[in-house]
């Protein structure tokens, strides 16, 4: 495994079930109240430039449970490449701390502080990926299929962060992978050729809803204007309302399909509340599970120095 957990393109596919054999043991372990203190005395800095519920609280909870303990740095509290530059940061973080875990906006700016960092640098986000994110979405369909290689899941709404790292997640394990946009809201192009070349997945991008639906195992939506896009937010609904997740959507699907949204959800835009209250909605597991994957990830990393 690489030093840094940066994008699911970096993993393979045998470090992908490792991570999850590893969950499925130390969440049976927090069930159980068994202790399972892997990483005794190790603090993780959590570098925040946007704001988190799920990421913040599984990764303190999560390194707690390890037997360690967090820090939450607020955006606004460390300034990272405005009020010293992020090489900086790396580097005197690492004298301090055994893993950074940061959410920020440009991805070179997570790739240039694991560079420097001489400790492991986990992504909690970027403008570009959301990798812990779809690792707890694949565990969740897991749970849930018994299987994922080769089930359709198919994400509707904007091509961004949380569609790229489903496609990188494509190009590593076997899926029908749809994602289905407005035009000129595709997800990265360079990833989907990536992914394309990797010749693993089907992987298509689609722009009618309708169709993308059909025969889906999981369907899978996330907000019309991501942290950073607040500007857009009143031009994007009007755009992405044919993209809104409903029961009309989800009947197209089969009929035992789930529903997953990485949250936080805006009720009413891209997901209505009977489709996220409804009983083939997963998306409280999967939040749930943010948390068990993420402690893998960080005992992987840890195990890896
Ligand atoms: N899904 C997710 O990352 O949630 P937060 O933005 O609340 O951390
Ligand atoms: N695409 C969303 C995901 C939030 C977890 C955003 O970047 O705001």
Known sequence: M??????????????????????????????????????????????????SARTRISFETGIYQLGGSALYLAPGDIGIGSREAVKDIAQVISRYNDLIMARLFAH?????????????????????????QIMADAYT??????????????YIGDGN??????IN????????????????????????????NAGLSQIEILSDPKLAVKDSDVLYTDVWASMGQEAEADK?????RPYQLNSDLLGLAKSDAKVMHC?????GDEITDEVIDGPQSIVFDEAENRMHVQKAIMVKLAQNR
């Open 263 to 267: 949250l936080p959800a805006h009720r």
């Open 108 to 132: 070179q700016d997570i790739e240039e502080l694991a560079e420097y960092a001489s400790v492991p640098v986990i992504n909690g986000l970027t403008d570009y990926n959301h990798p812990c």
């Open 141 to 154: 369909i897991l749970e849930h299929f018994d299987r994922i290689e080769n089930l359709k899941v198919t």
């Open 236 to 240: 994007r609904k009007q755009i992405f």
């Open 2 to 51: 690489k030093k840094d957990f940066l994008s699911i393109a970096d993993l393979t596919r045998e470090e992908i079930y490792d991570i999850f054999e590893l969950t499925r043991d130390l969440k049976k372990k927090t069930k159980n109240r068994q202790e399972h203190h892997l990483l005794k005395g190790y603090t993780l800095a959590m570098i925040f430039a946007k704001p």
């Open 169 to 196: 997640f494509a190009s590593k394990i076997p899926l029908h992978l749809v994602i289905c946009t407005p035009r000129n809201y595709e997800p990265d192009a360079e990833t989907y050729k990536n992914a394309r």
């Open 161 to 166: 962060n949380v569609a790229n790292s489903w």
